[in-house]
């Protein structure tokens, strides 16, 4: 790591401390030539890889991009975006896999923005999943319909 300030290639770890999400390190560092101290962050590269073969490094903002997409003029929140893409980024990181298939993104998606909202969730999965019918819709709704009286049914008291 060269020292920023005099670009002397000998710097020193002083302090390590990882981040309150635990997704980075910031170390505290000296300079041996300059005596200066600067602080770096250390993350782990997540690659991406796309149909067409090339990879790209993960992009939480785009996560949340993509979702706002669906979610417009929906009655969701900027908040409820970002805490869904930190849900996602944490579901992807959790996998230990240094790159993966952005087919598995959108997986990780889907569940939960269909928690957030029902009508974004269908926008989004109409796309991801390449509804070409009514037919389509019909029975993605109907799978809602069915695993939300499922739901209703464990959530009711036992008598």
């Known amino acids: 790591m060269h020292c920023p300030f005099c670009r002397h290639p000998d710097t020193r770890v002083i302090d390590s401390r990882s981040t309150e999400d635990g997704a980075a390190i910031r170390r505290r560092r000296t300079c041996a030539e300059c005596g200066r101290r600067f602080t770096t962050q250390e993350t782990v590269l997540l690659m991406v890889a796309k149909r067409s073969g090339v990879t790209e490094p993960f992009s939480r903002t785009k996560i949340v991009a993509g979702v706002r997409r669906a979610c417009q003029g929906r009655p969701v929140t900027e908040d409820a975006l970002a805490k869904l893409g930190q849900r996602v980024e944490e579901e992807i990181r959790c996998r230990g896999m240094a790159e993966i298939p952005a087919h598995e993104i959108g997986l990780a998606i889907l569940g939960p923005l269909r ?36 739901a209703a049914r464990e959530d009711a008291p036992q008598g």
């Open 115 to 150: 928690d957030l909202d029902e009508v974004a969730y269908l926008h989004f999965a109409s796309v991801y999943r390449g509804f070409e019918s009514l037919t389509d819709f019909e029975n993605e709704i109907a799978t809602l319909r069915a695993d939300r009286a499922t």
